[in-house]
Antibody, heavy 119, light 107 residues
């Protein structure tokens, strides 16, 4: 069974850096693209970007390009979402999910990582 | 970017009702449209992909239709577990944008 397990909740101050993770189980790391979705408090879903761990090909939403870095380590079936300088507006739940490149949907989802940025 | 607009934003209905949620794209997306269900505090769940294909394990009371710019999600007979927020998503071109969501509440 495919499972995605995300790292735990984080509380950070503005300006700090952060890297959260998403580890996959039950599949080969080159079988799926992995995507990241943001959900700000009380708001809807936002497509951030996707990565193919096999060769690290990455596609970003223009809204998130330059604001975050998506990376992956195929040897440990893990994807990452990284910020170099957090802002209060980065406070949100972040979900990773497997992405079907043929049909464009997210089918298996992680449990979410809550990131809180506050001074 | 393609903009996705859902209507209504919220909806009150009763168990047993037939409910339809619509999703409109700002340009043609062929049949590249997915639907998700999200319950409070949980990750979204894929219900329907490519307009009308039911994801494995999803009850048959859920169905999807449409093409081009206009799409619908229909729940034929609402069950208590269906009260949730529903999102459409286009996967025609990146970024694969979502609609703003439709919150389905108990009347």
């Amino acid at each position: 069974e495919v499972q995605l397990v995300q790292s735990g909740a984080e509380v950070k101050k503005p300006g700090e850096s952060l890297k959260i993770s998403c580890k996959g189980f039950g599949y080969s790391s080159v079988s799926y693209w992995i995507g990241w979705v943001r959900q700000m408090p009380g708001k809807g879903l936002e497509w951030m970007g996707i990565i193919y761990p096999g060769d690290s090909e990455t596609r970003y939403s223009p809204s998130f390009q330059g604001q975050v870095t998506i990376s992956a380590d195929k040897s440990i079936t893990t994807a990452y979402l990284q910020w170099s300088s957090l802002k209060a507006s980065d406070t949100a739940m972040y979900y990773c999910a497997t992405y079907s490149s043929s049909s464009g949907f997210f089918d298996y989802w992680g449990q979410g990582t809550l990131v809180t940025v506050s001074s | 970017d393609i903009q996705m607009t859902q209507s209504p934003s919220s909806l009150s209905a009763s168990v047993g009702d037939r409910v339809t949620i619509t999703c409109r794209a700002s340009q043609s997306i062929s049949s590249y449209l997915n639907w998700y269900q999200q319950k409070p505090g949980k990750a979204p769940k894929l219900l329907i992909y490519t307009t009308s294909s039911l994801q494995s394990g999803v009850p048959s009371r859920f169905s999807g239709s449409g093409s081009g710019t206009d799409f619908t999600l229909t729940i034929s007979s609402l069950q208590p577990e269906d009260f949730a927020t529903y999102y459409c998503q286009q996967c025609y071109s990146t970024p694969h944008s979502f609609g703003q969501g439709t919150k389905l509440e108990i009347k």
